[in-house]
């Protein structure tokens, strides 16, 4: 799996901030951002439109992106939050954290299930998806753009977890190794069809015929003799 590639994104510089200037630059068709570190703060506006392509370029998983300011100096920064107003579709905000090369970074990336559990596919089962992002610590320069996981092995009842992923050089998963992932659960479909097959089975046992055999009367009249 290739690393993945830092995205170059122009940003403007501002000095001055708060709501009413946000409200401002949204008007504009621009974002307001931030990017922060250790002993840095900077105040960005980001160009919408070129955002939003941008994001559907790397099939919506930007992470590592290197911020290049009007001035022509860069940083390299994760994105860190999103800020969208969901009725309007509206990007409200941006925060970018910065990233120093050759430093260890922790941060989430998009895991995409590939294959057909056997389970989904020959016993009616569904997936229950527990972790759509997962966290690895590692440098910027290994830092992966996303995660494969096959699940065509997984039964009904079965789990995958963390320690099931993927081994990348370089890259460590941060969370628990007996987490769960995904599992394949019964559905309320497969259980009815299975009940279904029960109840034929109990139907299809043998009957006991009736004996018409006669038993004899014990009770016999004995002829008296006169």
């Not at 370029?57 to 911020?67: C, F």
């Given at each position: 799996?290739?690393?993945?590639?830092?995205?170059?994104l122009?940003?403007?510089s501002?000095?001055?901030?708060?709501?009413?200037?946000s409200?401002?630059?949204?008007?504009?068709?621009?974002?307001?951002?931030?990017?922060?570190g250790?002993?840095?703060?900077?105040?960005?506006?980001v160009?919408d439109?070129?955002f939003?392509?941008?994001?559907r370029?790397?099939?919506?998983?930007?992470?590592?992106?290197?911020?290049?300011?009007?001035?022509?100096?860069?940083e390299l920064?994760?994105?860190?939050?999103?800020q969208?107003?969901?009725?309007?579709?509206?990007?409200?905000?941006?925060?970018f954290?910065?990233?120093?090369?050759?430093?260890?970074l922790?941060?989430?990336?998009?895991l995409?299930?590939?294959?057909?559990?056997?389970?989904?596919?020959?016993?009616g089962?569904?997936l229950?998806?527990?972790?759509?992002?997962i966290?690895?610590r590692?440098?910027?320069?290994?830092l992966?753009?996303?995660?494969?996981?096959?699940?065509?092995?997984?039964?009904?009842?079965?789990?995958l977890?963390?320690?099931?992923?993927?081994?990348?050089?370089?890259?460590?998963?941060v969370?628990?190794?007996?987490g769960?992932v995904?599992?394949?659960?019964?559905?309320?479909?497969?259980?009815?069809?299975?009940?279904?097959?029960?109840?034929?089975?109990?139907?299809?046992?043998?009957?006991?015929?009736?004996?018409?055999?006669?038993?004899?009367?014990?009770?016999?009249?004995?002829?008296?003799?006169?």
């Open positions: 799996m290739s690393n993945i590639t830092e995205t170059i122009k940003v403007d501002r000095e001055k901030h708060g709501t009413s200037l409200k401002k630059l949204r008007s504009q068709g621009r974002i307001p951002a931030v990017f922060y250790k002993d840095i703060l900077k105040h960005y506006s160009d439109s070129k939003r392509a941008l994001m370029s790397s099939g919506g998983t930007l992470s590592l992106i290197e911020l290049e300011e009007d001035s022509g100096d860069k920064a994760l994105l860190k939050d999103i969208i107003d969901s009725v309007k579709d509206n990007i409200l905000h941006l925060d954290v910065q990233v120093t090369r050759g430093q260890t922790e941060t989430k990336i998009p995409e299930l590939v294959g057909e559990s056997i389970g989904v596919k020959s016993m089962g569904i229950e998806f527990h972790q759509s992002e966290l690895v590692c440098r910027p320069s290994q992966p753009k996303g995660l494969e996981l096959d699940i065509s092995g997984l039964d009904l009842g079965d789990s977890q963390i320690r099931d992923l993927p081994v990348i050089e370089g890259v460590e998963y969370a628990d190794p007996e769960n995904v599992t394949c659960v019964s559905s309320a479909s497969g259980r009815a069809g299975a009940e279904d097959e029960a109840d034929e089975g109990s139907s299809e046992e043998p009957s006991t015929e009736d004996d018409d055999s006669v038993t004899p009367d014990s009770d016999s009249n004995d002829e008296g003799s006169e």
